[in-house]
């Protein structure tokens, strides 16, 4: 396969109108996407949006692991560590682009089908949930993993984990919970199941449909594919995990403050095993960051996307000037060592005053 690290193609329908296909391609990585790659996709999005002859985009990945790990962030604090005055320029610029990306895709004004097989976490989850038409694959594993690196929930994170029905969402945001295909189905983070041996089949499927020069008509005609194509599939979904333990999940995501929420997880993983894992993410998670995170789910309830996502450059310039996300990917990305030493230990020492200096 091509060393390009997406792949662009052209593919023309049955009545002569044309569907552009971009595929991550750093399968090795999982698809962690830099800089280079939204440029890449922010160019030819927008090139696509102007022409007239392309009646639908679909983003997929390569490999067989994964659509996208996220964004690489290793490379972030690479450039962090690096020290100089330069430092913060890389990072900067990667959340920039990345978050005028996923705004794109959110406001996409044609048809926009996103494919999250296996592996899509964190920035992946980004460039998926904001297209039109949101298919998951078998064996899907899907989460905002940043509790785990000291960072926050970003890529609008703030905007649809607030809209997950009976708090999951914020589980998902503070403990990086990896959810199922049904879960996400539940979550309404994706929208139709589509097995990975059936997606060649779907692709050629939406080839045939008879495209109009409406978008509107489009979106309307995509919908009804691929809800068929659900239905098809559908019996073959686990069981969803956020649906059974719902009433358990509200609860333990209405408390308070982030440190009763921590103790009523571990309450809960006291008595059932399957909060153990949840439990544990959060207490071992970075304390400044899970108040930070906390807060900003707070502010971001009533907000636009477009706010969330200005918001989230605020934030994300702030994190890499703090110590926490540069040392939680050290510790969980370069090192390796998964020891990360917080620079507050105890989520009852972090004070407002830390909290706030996150958002100017």
Wanted: proline share 4%; net charge negative.
């Amino acid at each position: 396969m091509s060393e390009l690290p997406v792949l662009f193609e052209e593919r023309r329908t049955a009545n002569g109108r044309r569907i552009g296909f971009a595929t991550l391609n750093r399968p090795k990585q999982l698809n962690a996407i830099n800089l280079q790659m939204c440029e890449l996709l922010l160019a030819q999005f927008r090139t696509w949006v102007s022409d007239e002859g392309i009646a639908a985009v679909v983003l997929d990945g390569a490999g067989e692991k994964g659509f996208s790990a996220g964004g690489d962030v290793a490379e972030v604090v690479r450039n962090v560590r690096g020290g100089g005055d330069q430092r913060y320029v890389y990072g900067d610029a990667f959340f920039d682009v990345e978050y005028q990306l996923d705004r794109l895709i959110h406001e996409y004004p044609k048809p926009l089908i996103s494919y999250a097989h296996g592996i899509t976490m964190g920035g992946g989850v980004g460039l998926t949930v904001g297209a039109s038409h949101r298919l998951v694959s078998d064996r899907a594993r899907i989460a905002m993993p940043e509790i785990h690196i000291g960072l926050f929930p970003d890529v609008g994170g703030g905007w649809f984990m607030n809209r997950v029905p009976c708090g999951a969402g914020i589980l998902m945001s503070l403990t990086g919970l990896t959810v199922n295909e049904a879960d996400a189905l539940y979550a309404g983070l994706v929208d139709y199941f589509v097995p990975v041996e059936a997606r060649d089949d779907v692709y050629a499927g939406l080839l045939d449909i008879h495209w109009s020069d409406n978008a509107a008509l489009n979106r309307e005609l995509v919908s009804a594919f691929l809800m068929a194509q659900h239905r098809r599939f559908k019996a073959g979904l686990p069981i969803s995990n956020l649906m059974q333990y719902q009433d358990a999940i509200r609860f333990i995501a209405m408390q308070p403050n982030v440190t009763a929420m921590r103790d009523a997880l571990r309450a809960a993983a006291a008595e059932d095993p399957w909060f153990k894992v949840p439990a544990d993410s959060l207490s071992n998670g970075s304390p400044t960051a899970a108040h930070v995170t906390w807060e900003y789910l707070r502010r971001t309830r009533r907000m636009s996307l477009a706010q969330t996502l200005e918001l989230d450059l605020v934030l994300a310039r702030q994190f890499q000037r703090h110590a926490d996300f540069p040392e939680g990917v050290r510790a969980l990305l370069i090192d390796k060592d998964r020891k990360p030493d917080w620079s507050i230990k105890r989520f009852e020492d972090v004070t407002p005053a830390v909290v706030a200096e996150h958002f100017v």
